[in-house]
């Protein structure tokens, strides 16, 4: 039962626990437990509205049917939800971590990543996921500790520690190789915390060490996969780029050899193509836009969806009688289902991805995000959104300045990052 006592009694008073103790509300309202009142906290966030105007693959403007970064985030919720569900752990941690997951993304996606990670390499670098901890736990204005200090939305530990994809600082990050969903090289380090967010990153993980994540945290990840690479190429399709009775086999395999499988070859993709088409759904006519034609696809994208999340269910029950929840076990992904998630995003990467006006806009982007951090930083407080003008103000030094600058140009849509740089632009120099 999904709110039944079972699952709730998997998690402890340490999981539950909050950075600033809270008492128990005095107005009549329904009775929320820890874990609803976390999802409602993230729902609320003003950074979860801002994700309607963040790049998810192409800009959020360019068409009516596809995907943001926050109807991705509801999407990777939904799945996540269910998929937490089947196991046993506790879907509304899991649904709030991915719902938060990608909060900490800058304006125009991971290409607006990596521009802000070459930038703050003097204040410890940026990354996207630890941009998301910095969020929950100080940017998000909701409550403040006994010193007046910001502790963001005070989620409870066991939601934090599932929003902690990657559990370990810079310092000891691996080097970064492949692609991301939307196109644009891993040049950017993985890691989950800034140095001056260790404390609560050290509440947070609770005394463990090493770089493992809490089962919760395993499911929001894959749940991310599966839905990108499912939707992805949805969006292609009624964009008119991808056409599944169409595929060149050959210029997949080497899309999928050098973004995701290494060693990948035809005969790879042509047996894993082979396999997705014996789902009843899969198209054997190419889509023509009609309501028929739109429920078919539908129909294919939730029998995808179904197919790796029955997979996966069966793979983890398979390894032990659990609990599923926090560190007594791990999601077991088998191969076949990774190899197939990964040819569905090699279709959207070498249709939708790799056309040179996209490769021209990143370009563009990347120059927007540059020139904009240098004129806050030239201009200072007075062009600064009062709460970034304040921590502004509290910063010891150069370093601590460039940290405000970055959590500021971070905030920003696609859409507020080009006006604030034309605004700042057109005003002239300082």
């Given amino acids: 039962m999904e709110r039944g006592v079972d699952v709730e009694e998997r998690y402890d008073d340490a999981a539950r626990e909050r950075l600033v103790a809270e008492p128990p509300k005095r107005v009549p309202a329904p009775i929320r437990r820890a874990f609803e009142r976390d999802r409602a906290r993230v729902v609320h966030a003003a950074s979860t509205r801002r994700l309607a105007a963040k790049t998810q693959v192409v800009g959020p403007q360019t ?13 990777v919720a939904q799945v996540a939800r269910d998929l937490a569900r089947a196991l046993g752990c506790h879907p509304d941690i899991v649904e709030t971590a991915a719902l938060a997951h ?3 993304h800058p304006p125009f996606g991971h290409n607006g990543e990596r521009v802000l990670a070459e930038l703050s390499a003097d204040c410890g670098g940026f990354e996207g996921n630890a941009q998301t901890l ?14 007046g200090r910001s502790v963001g939305l005070n989620l409870t530990r066991a939601t934090l520690d599932a929003c902690t994809k990657y559990p370990w600082s810079l310092a000891d990050a691996g080097v970064p190789a492949g692609v991301h969903a939307d196109g644009s090289p891993r040049v950017v380090v993985k890691f989950g915390v800034y140095d001056d967010d260790q404390p609560v990153f050290r509440w947070v993980r609770d005394g ?11 499911v929001m990840d894959l749940a991310d996969d599966i839905a990108y690479s499912v939707h992805d190429v949805e969006d292609g399709i009624v964009a008119g780029g991808v056409d599944l009775t169409r595929l060149d086999v050959d210029a997949l395999a080497q899309t999928l050899h050098e973004w995701y499988v290494p060693g ?4 790879v993709v042509k047996e894993v193509l082979a396999g997705l088409g014996e789902i009843a759904s899969w198209p054997h006519t190419p889509y023509d836009g009609s309501r028929a034609a739109l429920a078919a696809l539908k129909n294919l994208t939730s029998d ?4 790796f999340c029955w997979e996966v269910q069966e793979a983890t029950f398979a390894t032990g009688s659990g609990p599923f929840v926090r560190y007594a076990a791990s999601v077991v992904a088998p191969e076949r289902t990774l190899l197939e998630i990964a040819v569905l995003k090699a279709i959207a990467a070498h249709y939708v991805m790799r056309t040179d006006d996209r490769v021209t806009l990143m370009v563009e982007q990347r120059e927007l995000l540059a020139e904009l951090v240098a004129m806050l930083l030239e201009r200072g407080p007075d062009s600064l959104d009062r709460p970034f003008a304040d921590d502004w103000a509290d910063a010891a030094d150069d370093a601590g300045r460039l940290r405000v600058v970055i959590d500021q140009v971070a905030s920003l849509t696609d859409a507020s990052a080009r006006a604030r740089h034309q605004l700042l632009k057109a005003s002239g120099p300082r």
Avoid: M
């Fill in 264 to 267: 990948a070859d035809s005969a």
């Fill in 63 to 75: 068409d009516d049917f596809v995907r943001n970064r926050l109807t991705h985030s509801l999407e």
């Fill in 304 to 307: 995808l969806i179904g197919r």
């Fill in 102 to 104: 990608d909060l900490g």
């Fill in 134 to 147: 910095r969020i929950l736990t100080r940017l998000e204005a909701k409550t403040h500790d006994s010193d």
């Fill in 208 to 218: 463990r060490t090493g770089p493992g994540t809490c089962l919760e945290a395993q």
